[in-house]
């Protein structure tokens, strides 16, 4: 069974840091693109950024490049995301997503986990 | 960046009837880069449809999707109390891989 377990939220004040976590486990964790979606609270989905299997892509979309890094240890089946100089706005829940098809480009996500919530607030 | 507008924002419709949503791209994401999902209160989003008809794993054959232009359509043909949720449509032609604004699907 698919399972992807998110990890890492909390409250951090505007300008800090929190760096997230998706433990992945049931499939080929290294065969895999990997992305993070997240959703500020009562709102809609947002794609935030996504890496290839062996890391050497990463794209990530305008409002938090320069801010936000995606990697991943496929040793430890893990994905993450180190977001610095963080803003109000990035308050939401972050989801870790399996993206289709494997060879990317076009991602469509077919496992999700179940979030961790970002709050930024001082 | 591609833009998808859904509609409408919510439908009101009673168990056993059919609904249909739509999402609607601001430019070409061909015919075949667009997905749907279903949300639930408190829980992550599921992927219904890929490929804009194609059904996910295990998803009933009551859910269907189609194309015509840059027009989407996700129909629910006979709604069961457990399809009252919000839909997604999500864009992947191109990155950022954007989504629509949502359409709430309720009980009437």
């Known amino acids: 069974e698919v399972q992807l377990v998110e990890s890492g939220g909390g409250l951090v004040q505007p300008g800090g840091s929190l760096r997230l976590s998706c433990a992945a486990s049931?499939?080929?964790?290294?065969?895999?693109?990997m992305s993070w979606v997240r959703q500020a609270p009562g709102k809609g989905l947002e794609w935030v950024a996504n890496?290839?299997?062996?890391?050497?892509?990463?794209y990530y979309v305008d409002s938090v490049k320069g801010r936000f890094t995606i990697s991943r240890d496929n040793a430890k089946n893990s994905l993450y995301l180190q977001m610095n100089s963080l803003r109000a706005e990035d308050t939401a829940v972050y989801y870790c997503?399996?993206?289709?098809?494997?060879?990317?480009?076009?991602?469509?996500?077919?496992?999700w986990g179940q979030g961790t919530l970002v709050t930024v607030s001082s | 960046e591609i833009v998808l507008t859904q509609s409408p924002g919510t439908l009101s419709l009673s168990p056993g009837e059919r609904a249909t949503l739509s999402c609607r791209a601001s430019?070409?994401?061909?015919?075949?880069?667009l997905g749907w999902y279903q949300q639930k209160p408190g829980q992550a989003p599921r992927l219904l449809i890929y490929?804009?008809?194609s059904r996910a794993t295990g998803i009933p054959d009551r859910f269907s999707g189609s194309a015509s232009g840059t027009g989407f359509t996700l129909a629910i043909s006979r709604l069961e109390p457990e399809d009252f949720a919000v839909y997604y449509c999500?864009?992947?032609?191109?990155?950022?891989?954007?989504f629509g604004q949502g359409t709430k699907l309720e009980i009437k």
């Open positions: 997503a399996r993206d289709l098809p494997p060879y990317g480009g076009n991602s469509y996500f077919d496992y």
């Open positions: 049931g499939f080929t964790f290294s065969s895999y693109w």
């Open positions: 890496i290839k299997q062996d890391g050497s892509e990463k």
């Open positions: 430019q070409s994401v061909g015919s075949s880069y």
């Open positions: 490929g804009a008809s």
């Open positions: 999500q864009q992947y032609v191109t990155s950022p891989f954007t």
